[in-house]
């Protein structure tokens, strides 16, 4: 079984910075790509940020250049720091880890696990 555990969320106004934690614990072999998605009130959730197991990252175009993620491979943990908060960025934000298990009855396979979530709040 794997565990998702994030922390950081919380209130913060228009301009301010956050940095969301993400930490993996478990029986896994490894940890491939990290990510952050979030999902604002009725609407659907969506891809903020990954980085794979070798450092290369992807962000939405709307946190280009105001969000960074990162990762400590011997923590089996994911950052997000998130700075130039706009309003807009209000969301429940959410980790996810694709996960390398390894048993003698099916080998090596991915398998892909979420984080409960932590709010997010972005108002004056």
């Known amino acids: 079984q794997v565990q998702l555990v994030e922390s950081g969320g919380g209130l913060v106004q228009p301009g301010g910075s956050l940095r969301l934690s993400c930490a993996a614990s478990?029986?896994?072999?490894?940890?491939?790509?990290m990510a952050w998605y979030r999902q604002a009130p009725g609407k659907q959730r969506e891809l903020v940020a990954a980085?794979?197991?070798?450092?290369?990252?992807n962000y939405a175009d709307s946190v280009k250049g105001r969000f960074t993620i990162s990762r400590d491979n011997a923590k089996n943990t994911v950052y997000l720091q998130m700075s130039s908060l706009k309003l807009e960025d209000t969301a429940v934000y959410y980790c996810?880890?694709?996960?390398?298990?390894?048993?003698?009855?099916?080998?090596?396979?991915?398998?892909?696990?979420w984080g409960q979530g932590t709010q997010v709040t972005v108002s004056s």
């Open positions: 996810r880890c694709f996960v390398i298990i390894t048993t003698a009855a099916w080998g090596s396979k991915e398998y892909s696990y």
């Open positions: 478990g029986s896994f072999s490894s940890i491939n790509t």
């Open positions: 980085i794979t197991s070798g450092g290369n990252t």
